[in-house]
């Protein structure tokens, strides 16, 4: 009930008071009311008299009491929201680092490759008495000059046994150091040419015998490829191993596409753009096959590939609808 003292009049009629039974407003206005004014009954005015945890408000305080609850309603709700938004933000950092992490290594891999597929030189010395790898660099250094030559050296390591390895971009650039070395340094040191070793893939869990389109067909179907038309398979070796047989082959280098190496997201597929780079895109076609699945869009898909294909397209986090039964009605998106 309200502290103030009775006033005269009541706040709602303007009368004054008979000396009948008045209720105080707990609320702003801390007006006194008739019983009748406020609606109340004598057994509901008894109850709030004998209850002090009980409080009475007009209609004018009393939704001014509840648009304050709901304000502060609403303001915890945004408070929720933000701390949330922050949470799924701080996941998509995350998930960008991975991404950029993934690049990184579908990058590495593609420099390796290109590495492999360098022309290298091998500089040995013809008297075993110049044996240390500093003499042999120091007299590259100070008999070569790339610059008039107009080639790029890529690197310059030592190897073993007191040797030196020279790599070149270009064949025609290894072979025009290679010329240069020996007219200026033949009389001191051996010249000779790196093998380029072809890169080797190894394919798990195949059967016993398999020619080189079973492979490709093996290696697309177990990493969602489209197409393996550029990759070439030779010295094909299987052997059997506990449970399953594996194969190994060599590829060439140069035909080597570098989205074997990208991963791609559900949805989307590796693309090598005009430099030479991987990248991801939506799936431009599926296969055709029925399986069909519902979205959590509330549209059904002939496929898993189509639904993540379409969440791709139209940027929409759309997911398989799990227990739901789906029937094929040709509503088909």
């Not at 190496?261 to 029925?290: I, N």
């Amino acid at each position: 009930m309200a502290d103030e003292e009775e006033p005269e009049k009541c706040g709602k009629c303007s009368k004054e008071f008979d000396g009948g039974l008045s209720v105080g407003c707990e609320g702003e206005c801390s007006e006194w009311f008739h019983l009748k004014c406020a609606e109340l009954t004598v057994k509901e005015y008894k109850v709030i008299k004998g209850c002090k945890r009980l409080k009475w408000f007009c209609d004018i305080c009393y939704e001014s009491e509840v648009i304050k609850k709901t304000n502060d309603e609403v303001i915890k709700e945004i408070k929720q929201l933000k701390d949330q938004i922050s949470r799924l933000e701080e996941k998509v950092s995350a998930i960008k680092v991975d991404d950029n992490d993934n690049v990184k290594y579908s990058n590495a891999g593609a420099e390796e490759i290109k590495q492999r597929s360098e022309a290298a030189i091998i500089i040995s010395a013809k008297n075993e008495d110049i044996n240390k790898h500093t003499s042999i660099q120091n007299d590259l250094k100070g008999a070569i000059k790339p610059q008039e030559l107009r080639i790029g050296v890529n690197n310059m390591k030592t190897t073993g046994a007191g040797k030196v390895k020279l790599s070149c971009e270009k064949k025609t650039d290894i072979l025009k150091l290679k010329s240069e070395i020996k007219s200026k340094l033949g009389s001191k040191y051996d010249i000779s040419e790196v093998k380029t070793r072809k890169l080797k893939i190894k394919i798990v869990g195949i059967n016993e015998n398999m020619d080189k389109d079973e492979l490709k067909n093996t290696i697309i179907k177990q990493n969602e490829l489209q197409s393996l038309d550029r990759l070439d398979l030779d010295n094909i070796a299987t052997y059997k191993g506990k449970y399953v047989y594996t194969a190994i082959a060599e590829t060439n280098s140069r035909t080597f596409d570098p989205c074997l190496v990208h991963y791609c997201m559900k949805g989307r597929e590796c693309v090598v753009t005009k430099e030479g780079q991987p990248t991801c895109q939506c799936v431009h076609q599926c296969a055709m096959h029925q399986r069909v699945v519902c979205g959590s869009d509330g549209h059904i898909y002939p496929n898993h590939c189509e639904l993540h294909r379409a969440a791709c397209l139209t940027r929409s986090p759309i997911s398989i609808e799990r227990g739901v039964h789906c029937v094929k009605h040709g509503n088909f998106v």
